[in-house]
């Protein structure tokens, strides 16, 4: 069974830094891209962004683009996020989601508060 | 970046009756490799969000018969047969042909 566990989120002064991590069991996690796609509380998803197989290619959305760093670990079959200069606008749950062909497995989520 | 339009925003839905929603892209999602990457996601309350149609017209392994998804270039469509209670929840339409990738807005799926 596929699973997804995020961890790392909190609460955190704007303009402070946060690592999110994500533990993928039950595949082959070297296989597929990861991806982390966030939710603001009541608004809708947004894709945030995504890593090759091997982590030697990344793409991020232009708003976190130079703050935001995604990585991965396939060793430990953990995919991370580090979250830096943060801003309010960045207060969200964080999902990791995987799958072949589209996001098929998502994991709980954790939430970021970015607040003082 | 592409624009995810869904329509409606809200859906209200007698049990046992079809809904329907639609998902236009600003750009064709008809990627070189020749495949169309529209998917279709629901968020029931509470929980993450699950895949239930890949490819623009493939159920995810899993996903009842009512779901159907049909549509090509930039105009695209989730049909639901026969809703039942645990329809319930947002559905989003999402393409991942073009970066940076969307997501529409979220359609809000009641059951009257």
């Known amino acids: 069974e596929v699973q997804l566990v995020e961890s790392g989120g909190g609460l955190v002064q704007p303009g402070r830094s946060l690592k999110l991590s994500c533990a993928a069991s039950?595949?082959?996690?070297?296989?597929?891209?990861m991806a982390w796609v966030r939710q603001a509380p009541t608004k809708g998803l947004e894709w945030v962004a995504s890593?090759?197989?091997?982590?030697?290619?990344?793409y991020y959305r232009d708003s976190v683009k130079g703050r935001f760093t995604i990585s991965r670990d396939n060793a430990k079959s953990s995919l991370y996020l580090q979250m830096d200069s943060l801003r309010s606008e960045d207060t969200a749950t964080y999902y990791c989601?995987?799958?072949?062909?589209?996001?098929?497995?998502w994991g709980q989520g954790t939430l970021v508060t970015v607040s003082s | 970046d592409v624009v995810m339009t869904q329509t409606p925003v809200s859906l209200s839905v007698s049990l046992g009756n079809q809904a329907s929603i639609s998902c236009r892209s600003s750009?064709?999602?008809?990627?070189?490799?020749?495949?169309?990457?529209l998917s279709w996601y629901l968020q029931k309350p509470g929980q993450s969000p699950q895949l239930l149609i890949y490819?623009?017209?493939n159920r995810f392994s899993g996903v009842s018969n009512r779901f159907s998804g049909s549509g090509s270039g930039t105009d695209f469509t989730l049909k639901i047969s026969r809703v039942e209670p645990e329809d319930l929840g947002v559905y989003y339409c999402?393409?991942?042909?073009?970066?940076?990738?969307?997501f529409g807005s979220g359609t809000k799926l009641e059951i009257k």
């Open positions: 989601t995987t799958g072949e062909l589209a996001f098929a497995y």
């Open positions: 890593i090759s197989y091997d982590g030697g290619s990344t």
């Open positions: 750009q064709s999602l008809l990627h070189s490799d020749g495949n169309t990457y």
């Open positions: 999402f393409q991942h042909t073009h970066l940076p990738l969307t």
């Open positions: 039950g595949f082959t996690f070297s296989d597929y891209y």
């Open positions: 490819l623009a017209s």
